[in-house]
């Protein structure tokens, strides 16, 4: 079993929004692997004497404990329960009701003697190489399905000159219709305080005999492939395999260097945390 990991902040001043972890039970049977990118807040008031990193340290470290120690819980029953205790966490000091209280994108994979289980939400991705040398690339594609309205908005912010009052107030616009759709219908779903987005996630197995790989990604890694364009999900996966986690960060870096403002590759953070899980069970 090969297992590599790596994650840094898109600013070293900030503190690092991502989560990573794997874990293989006494038995040597199988493994679980968890990756959580924390949404960064709004720079006012968000209901929470907390911050993203402690709630994605609380939330990751509960769905990896309830997914290694209760195998008979299904991932969707073990992140349930672990945002169930995270919110119970600060349930008393804090306003879990507020539509930006701390909350995570995350994927999560578990395997056995005989089968790959795997979850998705939200815009963190799981790519599953398979023995053939296929990679499926495991998305929840609901931030890529927003109405045309909102799509539209998005494309005037896009048009207009960076740095003007004009692109600041679509951008507040932008930014307003977006977050009527965060863990709404018809929008999008992250792992907030309510256990029942757990089931909004994307999910699903895959024989072990067929496995050759995981590649868990934060969406600072994945942008190499979908902001970038820098390679396939199959060429993602070969950088990871035969460079390592901190290979696929350390061209992100660059490319992210190249184009400082965005200008040639549109992205709502010039740098992001970035997080890389890789797993040959």
């Known amino acids: 079993m090969h297992i590599a990991l790596a994650t840094e902040p898109g600013d070293p001043q900030r503190p690092n929004e991502d989560y990573t972890s794997v874990a293989l039970p006494a038995s040597g049977q199988g493994g679980v692997l968890v990756l959580l990118d924390g949404v960064t807040p709004p720079e006012e008031d968000y209901g929470c004497l907390h911050t993203v990193p402690w709630f994605t340290a609380r939330l990751g470290g ?40 701390p909350q995570a994108t995350l994927v999560a994979a578990r395997w056995s003697e005989d089968t790959v289980e795997h979850l998705v939400l939200s815009d963190s991705v799981l790519l599953v190489e398979r023995t053939d040398g296929s990679v499926l690339p495991v998305l929840d594609p609901r931030l890529d399905e927003l109405p045309p309205a909102v799509r539209d908005l998005q494309a005037v912010v896009r048009a207009l000159p960076r740095g003007s009052a004009e692109r600041a107030a679509a951008g507040r616009e932008y930014g307003r219709a977006v977050e009527a759709l965060r863990n709404a219908e018809g929008g999008f779903f992250t792992a907030a305080a309510d256990p029942s987005v757990a089931a909004r996630a994307v999910t699903g197995s895959t024989p072990r005999s067929a496995l050759r790989s ?26 990871v395999a035969g460079q390592g986690p901190q290979a696929l960060i350390d061209r992100v870096r660059a490319a992210e260097a190249a184009d400082p403002a965005g200008a040639a590759h549109p992205r709502g953070k010039a740098r992001d945390d970035a997080a890389v899980i890789f797993v040959a069970p």
Not at 82 to 100: K, N, V
Not at 216 to 238: K, M, P, Q
């Open 62 to 101: 509960a769905m990896l404990e309830l997914s290694v120690s209760h195998r008979d819980m299904t991932l969707p029953d073990a992140l349930a329960a672990a945002i169930s205790r995270t919110a119970d966490a600060h349930r008393t000091t804090c306003d879990l009701s507020h539509p930006r209280t």
């Open 214 to 239: 995981l590649t868990a990604l934060s969406d600072g890694a994945s942008r190499w492939v979908e902001v970038f364009r820098a390679g396939s999900w199959a060429d993602c996966v070969a950088l």
